[in-house]
């Protein structure tokens, strides 16, 4: 059984529709799919229709924008009530801060560079989450950069000239209120040292405490050192290990089923998520 637990659809920052993600899924083989949009839920219901009709199984999910010991971490919430306030709230707040926040930054980016609001509006479309990928997709569409990586690897950088900070929930925080919402919280690409700063060992103890459920260990930001040091960390602490694309469509070079996640640890998130997985 071939098994992704991470990917983007239009409703956050890819580039396909719910619906074509689906039916690309199930073009690539794939018995499994998760759909995890950037702070939103908007595309399950597309999402949901689609796998039932092109049958294959849909893992409903979120991406979870948090913060741990100053750095910016993500979290995978798999399977929660997408209507219970403890985690809708703040994705509602997170939601809210990336608009201002991408508003903020494309306000810096125009004194330099021929951008505007409404060049990011046209590029994010019918997405309910707008961010910096958004903006990426602006500066290339203008001819200011050839591609997403080259954005981000400058005009769009952490901490560049142009870096607007956004709400985020404290990771610990945001890892209980899944588990308030029914749904089984997983580490996501927590290694990926290339994108910036990390997070040290004890953040996942302190993650481990507040429910914590699994690590994305197998990505493709994670070489082989820290792939190793993720299965110790998940082996000690007893948590899941997941494996995963992070498909955004064409916004990155990653692809459907590139890293799969064990259908045995697929089962244990089941078992601990509230909503049910569709199946065709």
Do not use: C
């Amino acid at each position: 059984m071939r098994i992704d637990l991470h990917t983007h659809s239009s409703a956050s920052d890819g580039t396909q529709a719910p619906a074509e993600l689906v039916a690309a899924a199930r073009a690539a083989d794939l018995d499994v799919v998760a759909l995890t949009d950037h702070d939103t839920t908007a595309g399950w219901d597309e999402a949901a229709v689609a796998a039932r009709t092109v049958g294959i199984s849909l893992v409903r999910g979120t991406e979870v924008s948090a913060r741990a010991r100053g750095v910016s971490v993500h979290l995978l919430s798999y399977l929660q009530d997408p209507d219970h306030p403890a985690l809708a709230d703040e994705l509602a707040r997170a939601r809210d801060s990336r608009v201002h926040r991408a508003r903020h930054i494309v306000e810096r980016l125009a004194r330099d560079v021929p951008i505007t609001w409404q060049d990011v509006l046209d590029q994010a479309r019918d997405a309910v989450a707008v961010g910096r990928p958004h903006i990426a997709d602006a500066l290339v569409a203008r001819g200011v950069v050839p591609d997403r990586d080259a954005a981000f690897a400058h005009l769009l950088a952490s901490g560049g000239p142009y870096h607007v900070d956004h709400y985020a929930p404290g990771a610990p925080a945001a890892v209980a209120a899944i588990r308030a919402s029914g749904g089984v919280p997983v580490f996501a690409h927590p290694a990926a040292d290339a994108r910036g700063r990390i997070v040290p060992d004890r953040v996942f103890d302190e993650l481990a405490e507040a429910g914590l459920a699994g690590v994305e260990v197998f990505h493709r930001d994670h070489g082989p050192e820290q792939r190793e040091r993720l299965l110790a960390l998940a082996d000690r602490l007893g948590l899941l290990v997941t494996g995963s694309s992070d498909y955004h469509g064409s916004g990155k070079l990653n692809r459907l089923g590139e890293n799969l996640t064990d259908p045995q640890v697929l089962d244990e998130i089941v078992r601990q998520g509230t909503t049910e997985v569709v199946t065709a």
